[in-house]
């Protein structure tokens, strides 16, 4: 099938026909693969589901590949793509030269977490274009743990790069639904198979210095990547309450997985932080205006608001995590104006929760006072 043609430099499409394939880890439809790989060999792009979030995939080696996923995405393209493998024998062709500092130590993390939800970052070899890698020396290299990822992989010649496959700002996309709301149109090929596990973008760990740093936490956490360096930093932007300091991951500057309302979280501190959220709901219904709560299963029968959606029980992170870009999106479906959200803690898991929910927040974080 043609890929369309690109108008105008910020990349407005002629509509195409999207072919839809549905699937299970399972039961993987061979042929509808050979064509998805197919169709990337051929410079085409395929939304697909991985453990975190759904991709938009396309051939990571060809210039013009990147250039569509940048244009159907609707994103800067100084925000680099992750190339996805199957194989972590397909990593020394495309990183580059000699390794220093802790590059050198890449197998450790691949044996301990791969395939699974940690990309990490190495100095690229001249294999990898520039548009994928968004002008930097650097590339981005993940290997999925999902089968049907990796069975498209395979199929597609190796190497398949793939942000999350959601229209630029929007949360990434957990279920091929969502992908459909975003890319219909716009991509050859979903393939369409089932929820995802995890729920959150994988963790993103940074070997091109001396010491390894965390760009961006994920299901991998601080301290299980620490036992197997022995060391790990975070990057600052992540952990500073300071706007103005730049992150190392260029993507994590940009405002993301916000809804069209106004999201505020309210650091949890037990009923104090019920009552501060029930006193707002009641003065935002006052002034005629639809509200949205984000809270627990402990809370949830607390609130009377037009939309109160559980992240499950309160400590659960594995469900906190995968239900929270589907409850983002939620509120746009309802046309939610304004939105109180509990806050979760930041240990473990927490880290990567709380880190996109305070990025959908516009980091917009109050103490619950009466
Ligand atoms: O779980 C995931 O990682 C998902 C699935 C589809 O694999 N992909 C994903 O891709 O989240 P994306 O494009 O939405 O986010 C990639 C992040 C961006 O913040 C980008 O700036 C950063 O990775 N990144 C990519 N290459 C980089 C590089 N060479 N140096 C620093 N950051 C990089
Ligand atoms: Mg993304």
């Given at each position: 099938m043609p890929c369309p043609e690109k108008k105008g430099r910020c990349g407005i499409y002629d509509k195409m026909q999207t072919e839809y394939v549905v699937m299970t880890e399972d039961s993987i439809d061979k042929d509808a693969i050979l064509r998805a790989g197919r169709i990337l060999k051929e410079g085409g792009l395929v939304a697909f589901p991985t453990e975190t979030v759904y991709g938009l995939g396309g051939?990571?080696?060809?210039p013009s590949s990147s250039e569509k996923i940048y244009a159907a995405k609707g994103r800067?393209?100084?925000?680099p793509l992750i190339v996805h493998v199957?194989?972590?024998?397909?990593i020394p062709p495309i990183i580059g030269g000699e390794l220093s500092g802790c590059a050198g130590e890449w197998r450790k993390l691949a044996d301990a977490f791969w395939p699974g939800p940690l990309t990490m970052i190495f100095p690229k070899s001249t294999k990898v274009p520039y548009a994928t890698t968004g002008g930097l020396d650097t590339v981005a290299i993940r290997f999925p743990s999902n089968k049907i990822a990796a069975a498209l992989i395979g199929a597609a010649g190796g190497y398949v790069a793939a942000p999350?496959?959601?229209?630029?700002?929007?949360p990434s996309p957990t279920s091929a639904k969502y992908c459909r709301e975003d890319l219909d149109g716009r991509v050859d090929m979903i393939i369409d198979g089932g929820p995802v596990g995890i729920g959150l973008e994988s963790t993103i760990i940074d070997l091109t210095g001396d010491e390894p740093i965390i760009l961006r936490p994920g299901y991998v956490t601080r301290d299980m990547l620490r036992e197997v360096l022995g060391r790990v930093e975070v990057d600052r932007a992540i952990i500073s309450d300071d706007s103005s300091v730049k992150p190392k991951a260029p993507g994590m500057k940009y405002r993301h997985y916000a809804p069209k309302g106004d999201l505020t979280v309210v650091n949890w501190r037990g009923p104090l932080t019920v009552q501060y959220i029930r006193k707002k709901l009641e003065e935002a219904a006052l002034s005629g205006r639809r509200t949205g709560v984000i809270c627990t299963d402990e809370t949830a029968g607390e609130y009377r608001a037009d939309l109160v959606r559980s992240a499950?029980?309160?400590?659960d992170y594995e469900e906190n995590a995968r239900r929270l870009f589907d409850i983002l999106r939620s509120f746009d479906d309802e046309g939610i104006e304004v939105i109180w959200s509990e806050s979760f803690s930041e240990e473990g898991l927490g880290e990567a929760l709380m880190n996109r929910l305070k990025k959908a927040a516009g980091q917009k974080v109050v103490e619950p006072t009466l």
């Open positions: 051939d990571a080696l060809n800067p393209s100084d925000n199957c194989d972590a024998d397909a999350s496959a959601n229209r630029s700002g929007r499950g029980a309160r400590g």
